[in-house]
């Protein structure tokens, strides 16, 4: 399939462990793993991650939520969805919320010493400058969107969903669209021509 190679690439088990244990040796390293676990257990995209506010991950009584309520305006397009959290998820953003300064529902939740708030490309700058230093040639922001959508396709029957939930957890408009985020495996390929 021709542009596919230009897109970006998938995070196998290990390069996720790889990149989690370089994370937790930063500057800012319960915020950094934050952000990466909204890529890759999220899905979500850099703008998604850089406007995401506490309302949208508590409850009226400022409890965490086991999900992500993403409104339209922190989303691109009305993609704006409702996000299950994976435990890992949840509970790294319990750990940030108990160090960070500002809480208040209308605070954005990624933050920097100097703003209260970053901007789409600044999250896409920390996840170039991460994946340079830690040699992963090919990977990008998007990286973690693709495998959490990939990783999803792949296992999304198996509790009895298809790819129609996969379209609706990525924000998507076009199961089309969807399906182009999803690489394929070889090795599963000619299993299943053994099959037919």
């Known amino acids: 399939m021709p542009g596919l190679s230009k897109q970006a690439k998938i995070l196998s088990p290990k390069l996720i462990s790889t990149a989690l244990s370089y994370l937790n040796n930063t500057r800012h390293p319960v915020r ?4 990466f676990l909204f ?6 995209r850099a703008k998604e991650i850089a406007h995401i506010t506490y309302s949208m991950v508590m409850n009226a009584d400022g409890d965490l939520l086991d999900h992500i309520n993403l409104h339209n ?15 890992d998820l949840q509970e790294q953003l319990a750990t940030h919320m108990q160090s960070s300064k500002h809480t208040e529902p209308h605070h954005r939740i990624i933050q920097t010493e100097r703003s209260d708030k970053v901007s789409a490309q600044t999250i896409v700058n920390m996840f170039s400058a991460w994946y ?4 992963f040639e090919g990977c990008s922001s998007h990286s ?4 959490f959508i990939t990783r999803g396709a792949k296992k999304i029957s ?8 996969i379209q609706y957890l990525a924000g998507h408009t076009s199961l089309a669209t969807t399906q182009k985020y999803i690489e394929g495996d070889t090795e599963a390929q000619r299993k299943l021509i053994d099959l037919i």
């Not at 950094?32 to 952000?35: A, P, V, Y």
């Not at 305006?73 to 435990?87: D, F, H, L, T, Y």
């Not at 973690?144 to 495998?147: A, F, K, Q």
């Not at 198996?158 to 939930?165: F, I, N």
């Open 144 to 147: 973690g969107r693709r495998t």
């Open 39 to 44: 890529s890759i257990k999220g899905g979500m």
């Open 73 to 87: 305006s922190a989303a691109k397009g009305e993609s704006g969805r409702v996000i299950p959290m994976a435990q």
């Open 132 to 135: 340079k230093e830690l040699g």
């Open 32 to 35: 950094n793993k934050l952000i």
């Open 158 to 165: 198996s509790v009895g969903g298809s790819l129609r939930d």
